[in-house]
């Protein structure tokens, strides 16, 4: 299961076995008590930042301000957004929750920027509508590393002993090594299990791809511990 939000109380609940989810997410539920282990590492750099038209003359974070910020957010926690555009000294003109419709709502002019999407994924979508755009990363706003996307799962079963995280790490890292070394063929095989995509999705999604490959976790150390 892919976390939507609410992924990690799936998890908690026992309607899930693991979940993708990011390091910030996992940390905030540990504190309130949540008994997770990390069970492996998918992408271990941030992919979330500020996607902007690139026609704005924007030349430093705090150049967003007179515009108007779209945001996805998983939950009514806005304090991390918060922090960012603090960060970046970013007063917003105005601000929408637009859900998960953040293409369409950059697409069609309805905000200048965006939060909430990856700069791997929506940049290219959105170029395929015939959009350039641009980032601000969030190593650009002085937030410090962490991992993206990893597989969690709850601490006291099988998914988190060290048994099933040890064979799925050595399964993780052989499907990553196969996708960095025949990133076309692990593509079309993608493509095999989604066979309703339209060649315009394919043809963007394929340019996603060749931006993100690259950036799947080069092993499975993980230096954090909770």
């Given amino acids: 299961m892919v976390d939507s939000g609410g992924g990690i109380a799936y998890l908690i609940a ?21 008994q997770l282990k990390i069970v492996s ?6 992919l979330q930042g500020l996607i902007y038209r690139a026609h704005l003359p924007i030349h430093k974070p705090g150049d967003l301000s007179p515009y108007t910020l779209g945001y996805c957010i998983g939950g009514p926690d806005t304090t991390f ?12 003109k105005m601000r929408k929750n637009v859900s998960v419709d953040l293409v369409s709502a950059l697409g069609t002019g309805r905000v200048d920027y965006i939060y909430g999407g990856y700069w791997n994924i929506e940049p290219f979508q959105l170029l395929s509508l015939g959009i350039e755009t641009k980032t601000i990363k969030l190593k650009e706003l002085n937030v410090p590393s962490y991992y993206e996307l990893m597989v969690i799962a709850n601490r006291n ?18 499907s990553i090594h196969f996708c960095q070394s025949y990133p076309e063929e692990a593509f079309l095989a993608y493509l095999k299990q989604n066979l309703d995509k339209s060649e ?4 963007w999604e394929r340019e996603a791809w060749k931006c993100t490959y690259p950036l799947l976790a080069k ?6 511990e909770i």
Avoid at 157 to 164: A, D, L, N, R
Avoid at 200 to 203: A, D, F, G, M, Y
């Fill in 157 to 174: 079963t099988k998914e988190g002993s060290p048994h099933f995280i040890e064979a799925f790490q050595r399964a993780m890292q052989k």
């Fill in 219 to 224: 092993s499975q150390y993980i230096d954090i």
């Fill in 200 to 203: 315009k999705t394919i043809s």
């Fill in 81 to 92: 957004l918060e922090f960012l555009l603090q960060q970046g000294d970013i007063i917003p």
């Fill in 14 to 34: 026992g309607k899930a076995d693991l979940l993708v989810n990011h390091l910030p997410g996992v940390l905030a539920s540990s504190a309130k008590g949540a």
């Fill in 41 to 46: 590492l998918l992408i271990e750099e941030p």
